[in-house]
């Protein structure tokens, strides 16, 4: 596998979104600032949803603002609708993800409506968005397994995958949201979807709730698939997840990678020490398994 993989760093996002303790505007740039530093180029930095359903997102606009700058980055950010559209353009957002679950009880309980109606809302959005010049990526939730509808199968994310790319999403993101799949069901899952979606147009957003992230992103990959979410020190989770952990850690997925003969053009040491200095302010350990080894060094 001696070719690239694109991560996306989903540490300034979901990784900050389900912490206890808040972390100030300057501190979530100077988070950014490092894992582009690192080699880490494409950041979802925020989120432009209720400040009711998620705290640890205001002032998205501010952290967004205060990275746009910086050179050779793009920076993401989440938008459920019309509402958050408009602050994201506002703050100057080049890329937006809006997103979609593949389960109705997930679908009302993040963002309050059912499947289909979060499709009609995203319409006016992605509208606006390609009106814009903003491009616009596609989120699909409980891809392999729901906290309240239990087991999802590959069609129901199939049919949400085919809504988001009819509508113009230029890359559909698979969310093992509560970390639940195992290595088989990814790749079939991969497979379902990449008939309908170009493989190379699908992420990898796997959380690694039971351990199994990294085989399951393995697998994604030798079905062909080159898009990765990851967060640094595997933070992340959703409130509206009930049981879900951190996103994979993206030193672990660096350091398979590398192993892979993949380069990533992520400077290990500096990754490390971003996340370290994120973990000082959060006041707890990283979790990813690179991360603990090369502390203990
Ligand atoms: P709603 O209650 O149905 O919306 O929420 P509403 O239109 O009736 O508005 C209710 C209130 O929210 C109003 O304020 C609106 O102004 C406000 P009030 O009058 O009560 O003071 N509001 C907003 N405020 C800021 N920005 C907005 C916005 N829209 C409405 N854009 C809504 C619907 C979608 C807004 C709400 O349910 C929400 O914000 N949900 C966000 C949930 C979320 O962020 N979840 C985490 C991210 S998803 C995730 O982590 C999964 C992912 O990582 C992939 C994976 O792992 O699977 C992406
Ligand atoms: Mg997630």
């Known amino acids: 596998m001696s070719d690239t993989v694109r991560i996306i760093e989903m540490g300034p996002r979901d990784g900050l979104q389900n912490e206890k303790t808040p972390v100030s505007v300057e501190a979530r740039i100077a988070f950014i600032e490092a894992l582009v530093a690192a080699g880490l180029h494409t950041v979802e930095v925020g989120a432009f949803v209720s400040p009711k359903a998620i ?8 952290v967004l603002r205060g990275v746009n700058h910086l050179a050779g980055g793009e920076f993401h950010v989440l938008v459920p609708n019309e509402k958050g559209y408009e602050v994201a353009r506002a703050a100057g957002a080049k890329v937006i993800s809006v997103f979609a679950a593949a389960s109705e009880g997930f679908s009302r309980a993040n963002i309050n409506c059912s499947i289909a109606e979060s499709i009609e809302r995203f319409k006016p959005v992605v509208a606006r968005a390609k009106a814009d010049g903003i491009k616009v990526r596609g989120y699909i939730s409980c891809a392999l397994g729901c906290p309240f509808d239990g087991e999802v ?21 698979l969310g093992d949201t509560i970390g639940v799949g195992t290595p088989v069901k990814a790749r079939q899952l991969l497979r379902a979807v990449s008939g309908t979606v170009p493989i190379t147009n699908l992420a990898m957003h796997f959380h690694d709730t039971y351990g199994q992230a990294l085989a399951n992103l393995y697998a994604g990959m030798e079905e062909g698939a080159r898009v990765i979410d990851s967060a640094a020190g595997g933070l992340g989770g959703c409130p509206f997840a009930p049981g879900a952990t951190g996103n994979v850690a993206t030193e672990d997925v660096v350091y398979m990678l590398e192993g892979l003969g993949v380069r990533t053009g992520v400077d290990m040491g500096k990754l490390l020490a971003a996340t370290n200095e994120v973990s000082r302010l959060l006041g707890h350990p990283p979790v990813s398994r690179v991360a603990a080894a090369l502390n203990a060094k």
């Open 55 to 62: 705290p640890q997102m205001v002032n998205s606009d501010q």
């Open 153 to 173: 199968k590959p069609q129901a994310v199939v049919d949400v995958a085919k809504k988001l790319w009819e509508l113009g999403c230029y890359e559909v993101s």
